[in-house]
C-alpha cells in the first residue's frame, strides 16, 4: 500500500453520532431504555456479549455513508466495553446478531424499509419492530441469508436471546429465559419496594407465629408441670392412705396376739381392758 493511499485510509472519519435524536417521544424513549437495560442484565455475566443503544453501526470499512443507529443491539462473541461507534471490521467483523427498532410517529415507511433491507444484508440473524403506542410488534429471522417474517410473535422465544415475546392486554411484553418480565427502572423500584414490603410482612408473621409457638410451649410446659405436681400430691396422698392402711393393720395384729396371749394365760381381752 502506498503512502497516499495509507494516509487516505487515515483520513476517513467514523462519526459518533448522526445528528438524530434517540427518541421522538416519551414512549419510545422508555422503550428503547427497557430493552437496552433488561437485555443488559439478561447477559450481565457473558463478558462475551455486547449489548448497545442507539450506537452507530459501520459494517463496511472505508465506508462511513453505510451506517446505521438501532435501536437496541446485541453481539455475541464482542468484549462489553464502551463505544464511540460499532466498527465491525474492528470487531472480528461480527455483525449484531439482533436488533431491535422501536416505532415512533415520525417512523416513515421508506425509512423503515431501508432499515430492513440493511440488517438483512449485512447479517442481522434476528430483528424485531415493536410499536408500543399500538400494543403491536413484527419479528424475523434470518433463512438463508434472507430475513424471514416470523408469523407470530405471541409466545415466540428467540433462538438468540432466550427472550419470550408475548402481547397481553393490548401491550407488548418481554420475558427473561426464567420467566421474570421485561420492567422499566420504575416497574424494578416498584417490584423491589413490593417485595421488601412482603419479605417485612412476611418477617412479622413470622415473628407473630414464633411468639405463638413460644407461648403455647409454656403454656404446655405449665400445664405438665402442674399434671406433674397433681400425680406427685395423687401419688403421696395414696402413698400416705397406704401406710395409714399398714400401720392399722399393724396394731390390729398386735392387739390379736395380745389378746391371744392373754386367753392362754386364762385371761380375758375383756378383763384386761
Not at 429471522?141 to 438468540?160: A, F, N, Y
Amino acid at each position: 500500500m502506498s503512502v497516499a493511499t495509507t494516509e487516505t485510509t487515515r483520513a476517513i472519519v467514523y462519526p459518533e453520532s448522526d445528528g438524530q435524536p434517540m427518541a421522538d417521544n416519551t414512549l419510545q424513549f422508555r422503550w428503547i431504555v427497557m430493552l437496552h437495560g433488561n437485555l443488559a442484565a439478561l447477559f450481565a455475566d457473558r463478558p462475551d456479549v455486547f449489548v448497545a443503544g442507539d450506537l452507530l453501526w459501520y459494517p463496511v470499512e472505508g465506508r462511513p455513508d453505510i451506517r446505521r443507529a438501532p435501536d437496541v443491539m446485541v453481539v455475541s462473541g464482542r468484549p462489553k466495553g464502551d463505544r464511540g461507534a460499532y466498527l465491525q471490521w474492528e470487531e472480528g467483523n461480527q455483525p449484531p446478531q439482533a436488533v431491535f427498532e422501536v416505532l415512533s410517529p415520525g417512523n416513515t415507511l421508506s425509512e423503515m424499509g431501508r432499515k430492513f433491507e440493511f440488517y438483512e444484508r449485512y447479517g442481522v440473524e434476528e430483528y424485531y419492530l415493536i410499536d408500543p403506542a399500538r400494543g403491536d410488534m413484527s419479528g424475523w429471522i434470518q433463512q438463508e441469508g434472507k430475513l424471514t417474517v416470523i408469523g407470530d410473535l405471541d409466545g415466540w422465544v428467540s433462538p438468540v436471546l432466550g427472550v419470550r415475546f408475548a402481547v397481553k392486554d393490548g401491550e407488548v411484553r418481554l420475558f427473561y429465559p426464567d420467566g421474570r418480565p421485561f420492567l422499566t427502572f420504575e416497574e424494578l423500584a416498584q417490584a423491589k419496594a413490593e417485595a421488601e414490603e412482603r419479605a417485612r410482612m412476611e418477617a412479622g408473621a413470622r415473628a407473630q407465629a414464633e411468639e405463638r409457638a413460644r407461648m403455647e410451649a409454656g403454656a404446655r410446659a405449665q400445664a405438665e408441670e402442674r399434671a406433674r405436681m397433681e400425680a406427685e400430691a395423687r401419688a403421696a396422698e395414696a402413698q400416705a392412705r397406704a401406710a395409714a392402711e399398714a400401720r392399722a393393720a399393724e396394731a390390729e395384729e398386735r392387739a390379736a396376739r395380745l389378746a391371744a396371749r392373754l386367753r392362754a394365760l386364762g385371761l380375758s381381752p375383756d378383763d384386761v381392758a
